[in-house]
Every structure is written in C-alpha cells, then in structure tokens.
C-alpha cells in the first residue's frame, strides 16, 4: 500500500486537499486532528502538558487553552519543543496502527508539521500543498482570529517554503480557484492508483 504524506504551511490549502481526496474513497488521517483527540480531559497527554506547562493552560472547564498554549509555544523555541516531545511521539503511533488496519491502494496522512518534526520516513512520498505568501496571509486573516503579527510568527515557526517544495515528490500550487485544485487532485489521484499497482 502507497502512503501519501501531505504538508503545505499555514493557510495553503491542505483542508481543502484532504477533504478532496476523501471524496474521491481514499483513507484520509489528520495529525492535527489526533493532536485533538489526545488532549482532551482525561488523557494522559493533557495530564502531561499540563505538569510541563502549569495550570494557566487549562480553563474553567478542565480543557486545554489553545490559546494560551499557543502564545507561550510560539514564543518560545524550548517551551514548543517541550510540546511536540509529549505529542509527536504519540501521534506517529496513533498514524503507524492506522496505517496498519487499512486496505486501500493508497492512504493520505495530513502532518502539518511534517519537515519540523522529521516524520519523512512515515510515507513513500510527499505531496505539498503551496501558494503565494499573499494569499496564505488573507486566507489565515479570514479564517482564524488571529492578528497578521501572530500569523507570521506561526508561518516562521514552520519550514521554509523552499524547503517543503525541495523536498516534495508532488506539489499542488493552489492560487487558483477550487475547480483547479479539483482538477489538479484528480489528476493526482489517478497517479497514485497506478504508483500503487505498480508497488
């Protein structure tokens, strides 16, 4: 079985993609989704962020403050690297036993952090997702409630754009409109049916 690993940077399209490829029956698994999941009251993930980083993170409900998690992380090279420790480690598991139950051609992983983390070898090739600064900038602004100063210094924390396109295998440039990006993850899918005949 063919195991896709798709990255872009904030704001470039990867829901968009993913939620495409999951229309067209393919086994689609989302990092940050996982991520999601282990933090929730209870898990030993959140018991563990919680011991690192203090009480502060957690509200009046007992859930994790994302945003106040995300400020101290984003801040703080060490702090964010704590993070990932408790749960890259986690998520890769969760990801690999995944992979283990499925019987598709082939299957989309969705790591955001892909290239940060060095989970490469999780996949036999990487799709990127890409577009221009500009337009990665006003679809974060839309989306989420974020000023332009915390967008960048979330799109710093990430890979640098050459970077992720060095070390892609497919990329899908998406500066168009969602029939291109339709068009062009069709095309894409029709590849890797014939990749996962050939393996």
């Known amino acids: 079985m063919l195991v896709i690993a798709l990255t872009g940077g904030i704001g470039c399209g990867k829901s968009a993609v993913s939620s ?3 229309s067209l029956s393919v086994p689609v698994i989302d990092a940050d989704q996982l991520a999601h999941q282990l933090v929730k009251p209870g898990m030993p993930a959140l018991l563990e962020i919680q011991q690192a980083f203090g009480d502060k993170i957690i509200d009046s409900s007992g859930k994790l403050d994302r945003s106040t998690l995300r400020r101290i992380v984003f801040n703080d090279t060490q702090q964010r690297k704590c993070l990932e420790g408790i749960l890259h480690p986690r998520i890769i598991e969760e990801i690999e036993a995944w992979i283990s139950e499925q019987t598709a051609p082939y ?3 969705v790591i955001p952090l892909l290239f940060e983390t060095d989970q490469l070898s999780l ?3 990487i799709l990127v997702v ?5 337009v990665q900038m006003e679809r974060v602004l839309k989306r989420d409630q974020l000023s332009r100063e915390q967008i960048l210094k979330i799109i710093n924390t990430q890979a640098d754009r050459q970077t992720r396109l060095q070390g892609a ?4 440039e998406n500066n168009g409109s969602m029939e291109d990006l339709k068009r062009t993850t069709e095309h894409l899918h029709r590849k890797y049916l014939e990749l996962a005949r050939q393996e």
């Open 123 to 125: 996949a036999d090739r």
């Open 107 to 109: 299957v989309l992983l």
């Open 130 to 134: 890409d577009c221009h600064k500009s």
């Open 169 to 172: 295998d497919d990329i899908i």
């Open 20 to 22: 495409l490829f999951e």
